[in-house]
């Protein structure tokens, strides 16, 4: 709250269910999509690895969000009241207000004139975003990590239905780039990101 200003919780709760849910979505699609660039099938911790240190390299795309769950406190404590004063309403409640008058909201007791600074970005609004985008990374990887598991176990459940010795399977959205060769003779060979076709290794 600031001098009677404040954001409504369920503003809060949305704003952060956003912020987490969009950072948790971006970085779900960038760990799937490196997971599916190194050749890997199955439980490798290497692979992981290398993805996971991708992921966050890159969250420096989404730096210019850090403003993404201050929205509620910039529009109910910034903008909003602005807004209310201008139509001629009380900036903290909202209740019409007598034209040309300095007295105080008969309503909630707020002057007319008592209005926040305009919003700065602030110390507080970055540490807020790097807990945002620290649960959005998490979030995003474990739901990665739980849809390629998934995929692949698909993908070893068709190999009992395949009337082939070799086949290609192709990975599930957002990697659906990914190739994965299996044989009878070789299993699952993954495909690198410029290979168009995987030679299996000499018996």
């Known amino acids: 709250m600031k001098d009677g200003f404040q954001v409504p919780t369920w503003a809060t709760i949305l704003g952060w269910t956003l912020a987490i849910g969009f950072l948790g979505f971006y970085f779900f699609v960038v760990h799937a999509c490196l997971r599916a660039l190194v050749?890997?099938?199955?439980?490798?911790?290497?692979?992981?690895?290398?993805?996971?240190f991708g992921t966050i390299v890159m969250s420096g795309f989404v730096i210019w969000l850090v403003s993404l769950?201050?929205?509620?406190?910039?529009?109910f404590i910034h903008?909003?009241?602005?807004?209310?004063?201008?139509?001629?309403?009380?900036p903290s409640c909202?209740?019409?207000r007598t034209p040309n008058s300095d007295a105080p909201c008969c309503e909630c007791g707020v002057p007319a004139g008592n209005l926040p600074p305009p919003y700065r970005m602030s110390w507080s609004a970055v540490r807020r975003f790097?807990?945002?985008m620290t649960i959005g990374i998490l979030a995003g990887i474990t739901v990665a990590e739980t849809s390629i598991a998934s995929d692949e176990?698909?993908?070893?459940?068709e190999t009992g239905t395949i009337n082939r010795k070799e086949w290609t399977f192709t990975r599930a959205w957002p990697a659906g780039f990914g190739r994965v060769d299996w044989s009878c003779d070789h299993g699952f060979m993954p495909r690198g990101l410029?290979?168009?076709e995987r030679t299996p290794p000499p018996r």
Request: aromatic share 6%.
């Open 39 to 52: 050749p890997s099938f199955g439980f490798d911790p290497g692979s992981m690895a290398t993805a996971i």
């Open 194 to 196: 410029l290979q168009v």
């Open 69 to 75: 769950a201050e929205l509620p406190e910039m529009w």
């Open 153 to 157: 176990a698909r993908m070893i459940r």
């Open 79 to 90: 903008r909003r009241p602005r807004r209310l004063l201008a139509q001629g309403r009380c």
């Open 94 to 96: 909202g209740h019409h």
């Open 130 to 132: 790097l807990v945002a």
